[in-house]
């Protein structure tokens, strides 16, 4: 069963609105760390923001957001105000004990910031 | 501080052929990880190890070998390259731990023919 899921293939928005990228994950553990990366054109992997399990308020940095919903285990990455090097790859991970420390991504969503 | 480097960038080879591709870490992180990313897959981890001397399999470690000599250092090696090991490979380190992120180098494309 896959651990994380990321139903959006594929996504677009309009310059300078607000975009929600959908994350939901599968574990068992009760602590976990949750992990947003960005992949743009250029390849590189490039950390946006994390979300602790028992973090009682949801992850911020600067434009980044975390919708955390513990409970329906979701971890929606909202990005305000996008912009057009908005445009990329983005992966939600990961992190669990039970998994040996190691990271499972979800397949990703292809955001496109439309001028 | 170079934090997680990767050689070579681009590589072609016929099947059959061996190589490896290095990595290197200069943040003295435990924990180092090898994938492979895919088109519509995102990224399999192959590899990984949490210390010098130790390594395990991922999920997808077939055709593949690591060791890990020392902290800095995390070599992946082909054995015989196949068109299906075609993929960009991607190094990564962290500290240990579910709330440490891990650090990516730059990736690896390799074209087996």
């Known amino acids: 069963a896959q651990k994380i899921t990321q139903t959006q293939p594929g996504m677009f928005v309009q310059e300078k609105e607000a975009v929600t990228l959908d994350c939901t994950y599968d574990?068992?553990?009760?602590?976990?760390?949750l992990f947003w990366y960005k992949q743009p054109s250029s390849g590189e992997m490039i950390f946006l923001i994390y979300?602790?399990?028992?973090?009682?308020q949801n992850a911020t940095e600067g434009r980044y957001s975390l919708n955390f919903q513990k409970a329906r285990k979701s971890a929606n990455l909202v990005i305000s105000a996008s912009q057009l090097g908005d445009s990329a790859m983005y992966f939600c991970?990961?992190?669990?004990?039970?998994?040996?420390?190691?990271?499972?991504f979800g397949p990703g969503t292809r955001l496109s910031v439309l001028p | 501080n170079a934090g997680v480097t990767q050689t070579p960038k681009f590589q072609v080879l016929k099947t059959g052929q061996s190589m490896t591709l290095q990595c290197a870490q200069d943040?003295?992180?435990?924990?180092m990880s090898w994938y492979r990313q895919d088109p519509g897959m995102g990224l399999r981890l192959i590899h990984y190890?949490?210390?010098?001397?130790?390594?395990d399999q991922g999920e997808v470690p077939n055709g593949y070998n690591v060791s890990r000599s020392t902290t800095e250092d995390f070599p992946l090696r082909l054995l015989s390259a196949a068109p299906s090991q075609t993929s960009v490979y991607f190094c990564?380190?962290?500290?240990?731990?579910?709330?440490?992120?891990?650090?990516f180098g730059p990736g690896t494309r390799l074209l087996v023919l």
């Open positions: 990564a380190s962290s500290r240990q731990g579910p709330k440490e992120t891990q650090y």
């Open positions: 574990t068992s553990d009760p602590s976990y760390g």
């Open positions: 979300q602790g399990s028992y973090d009682q």
């Open positions: 991970a990961m992190r669990e004990p039970s998994y040996g420390q190691n990271f499972v």
């Open positions: 943040m003295n992180h435990e924990y």
């Open positions: 190890s949490v210390g010098a001397g130790i390594t």
